[in-house]
């Protein structure tokens, strides 16, 4: 199901953008998840990078540790103020998510660790039994002349001064433990 808002009549230049998909908890649709993030960011004139490799790395956390044969999980994204925030609930939330440092050796391991250097914000939340939510906010600039959020943006990681530009508040956190990089 793909819903996408815009609340023009509410607050003039202003459009809330929001997009949720139900995938199979596969290699396959972790893939799937991949692939739709970037194309619906690419409609909203938003860059892909580096949200589209966070949502890999959520959404292959969801096959990997969250999987429950027969239960598909969910991939949402949505962008309000300057803040594009995405999620991923899975139908495993008696597993928190932590992130760990891997040896040199293993191939696998490290996608928490690169949701962490590539996000604003990230953190989870317990959903309805059995689920729970893994988050990551990136922040978003505006280009000069470009609409915000129905022209065009740019998501970046970045610098101090950019981010107290705005003076905005992150999105609320979901219930549970956050992280954030400062």
């Not at 938003?46 to 956390?61: C, G, S, T, W």
């Not at 906010?137 to 609409?147: L, N, R, T």
Request: neutral net charge; contains cysteine.
């Amino acid at each position: 199901m793909n819903q996408e808002t815009a609340a023009s009549e509410a607050q003039p230049g202003y459009s809330f953008r929001n997009f949720s998909v139900r995938l199979s908890p596969t290699p396959r649709g972790a893939r799937l998840a991949r692939l739709l993030a970037a194309e619906q960011l690419r409609s909203w004139g938003l860059p892909v990078d580096p949200a589209r490799q966070v949502v890999a790395e959520l959404a292959a956390n969801a096959v990997t540790h969250g999987r429950v044969p027969g239960r598909d999980f969910r991939l949402t994204m949505y962008v309000i103020g300057v803040t594009l925030r995405i999620e991923v609930t899975d139908t495993c939330g008696d597993v928190p998510p932590s992130p760990q440092r891997p040896s040199d050796e293993t191939e696998s391991g490290r996608g928490l660790l690169l949701v962490e250097a590539l996000a604003d914000r990230w953190g989870w939340g317990p959903g309805l039994r059995p689920r729970k939510t893994v988050w990551a906010e990136v922040d978003v600039v505006p280009e000069p002349g470009g609409g915000c959020f129905g022209g065009v943006g740019a998501l970046f990681q970045g610098t101090q001064e950019r981010k107290n530009w705005y003076q905005t508040q992150p999105l609320p956190p979901a219930v549970g433990p956050r992280h954030s990089p400062e």
